[in-house]
């Protein structure tokens, strides 16, 4: 495991992980057109998260609400356990003040709105250093 580079010489590294392909897809389109991020990996399940991060090695993880609501807790704490570098955007239905405020109390994490994912994208990978902007 390596120390997150994100800088401006390295893209962005990028681990997808929703439980809809379509929506995969659609990020991985929307990333492609982003010279400052490269997806390493996609995932449907936390578990696979887990796997995908250990394999490809990426800087941040864009999560599905649901993976994070609808999976075992303890598997989203041995995920920041295991990669303390990992960024990771928790990606919301819609979007709500309280969505919000419990992701980042509970977990400390950034969420985006998938509505606006095209924006919201854009300025995650933009961010200096690689550094998720919330």
Same mark, same amino acid.
């Given at each position: *495991?390596?120390?997150?580079? %994100?800088?401006?010489?390295?893209?962005?590294?990028? #681990? !997808?992980?929703? =439980?809809?392909?379509?929506?995969?897809?659609?990020?991985?389109?929307?990333?492609?057109?982003?010279?400052?991020?490269?997806?390493?990996? /996609? @995932? &449907?399940?936390?578990?696979? +998260?887990?796997?995908?991060?250990?394999?490809?090695?990426?800087?941040?993880?864009?999560?599905? !609400? &649901?993976?994070? *609501?609808?999976?075992?807790? +303890?598997?989203?704490?041995? #995920?920041?356990? +295991?990669?303390?570098?990992?960024?990771?955007?928790? *990606?919301?239905? /819609?979007?709500? @003040?309280?969505?919000?405020?419990?992701? %980042? &109390?509970?977990?400390?994490?950034?969420? !985006?709105? =998938?509505?606006?994912? /095209? /924006?919201?994208? +854009?300025? !995650?990978?933009? @961010?200096?250093? %690689?550094?998720?902007?919330?």
């Amino acid at each position: *495991m390596r120390a997150s580079t %994100g800088g401006h010489n390295s893209p962005l590294r990028v #681990l !997808i992980a929703d =439980k809809c392909a379509h929506f995969r897809e659609t990020v991985r389109r929307v990333l492609s057109q982003q010279p400052e991020a490269l997806v390493v990996g /996609e @995932a &449907e399940t936390l578990l696979d +998260a887990a796997r995908e991060a250990t394999a490809r090695d990426p800087d941040i993880v864009l999560l599905d !609400i &649901e993976l994070v *609501m609808n999976e075992d807790p +303890a598997r989203l704490r041995r #995920l920041a356990e +295991a990669f303390p570098y990992l960024q990771v955007v928790v *990606m919301l239905n /819609e979007d709500s @003040a309280d969505y919000r405020a419990a992701v %980042g &109390e509970r977990w400390g994490y950034s969420c !985006i709105v =998938k509505e606006q994912a /095209e /924006e919201d994208l +854009a300025s !995650i990978v933009g @961010a200096p250093s %690689g550094r998720v902007v919330r």
